[in-house]
């Protein structure tokens, strides 16, 4: 089994987030490979908000068992939602298929929070035609 690292390219169909640390696009202030904590990041205080962001093209061949999604985040302030703050992974395919994880809760300090699909949303086997649409958001 491999296990393959797709960071984000660019934005997606979604950027409802604030930026901080970054004066270009959301997806530039979070496509680390090392993430940089409060140096550049983004934000919001709405629920339901997304930030959607485009992955790089998969380059790996053979069979797709599953997806993951791993974000690195932290509530700004903990006072709104106390003691922990709610979030949700998301997925959406290049055909508007979306995907949803159950609700992750995060504290006030940086963790990592991850989901896996072992289907794609909407049914099915993955394909790299699906990867090469995806677009992950929190």
């Not at 690292?5 to 979604?14: C, D, K, Q, R, Y």
């Not at 979070?30 to 962001?53: C, Q």
């Not at 963790?111 to 790299?128: C, F, Y």
């Amino acid at each position: 089994h491999a296990v393959w690292m797709i960071l984000t390219l660019e934005s997606g169909s979604s950027s409802q987030w604030t930026r901080s640390g970054c004066t270009q696009s959301n997806y530039k202030c979070v496509n680390e490979a090392t993430p940089n904590g409060d140096t550049s990041y983004v934000y919001t205080s709405v629920a339901g908000n997304k930030d959607l962001y485009a992955l790089g093209d998969n380059s790996a061949t053979g069979t797709i068992n599953a997806v993951t999604v791993t974000v690195v985040g932290r509530a700004l302030s903990a006072s709104s939602c106390e003691p922990n703050c709610n979030i949700a992974l998301k997925l959406r395919l290049g055909g508007g298929v979306t995907g949803e994880s159950p609700v992750k809760s995060v504290g006030t300090t940086y963790e990592s929070v991850s989901h896996t699909w072992t289907t794609k949303p909407g049914g099915g086997a993955w394909t790299d035609a699906d990867l090469d649409s995806l677009q992950g958001s929190l």
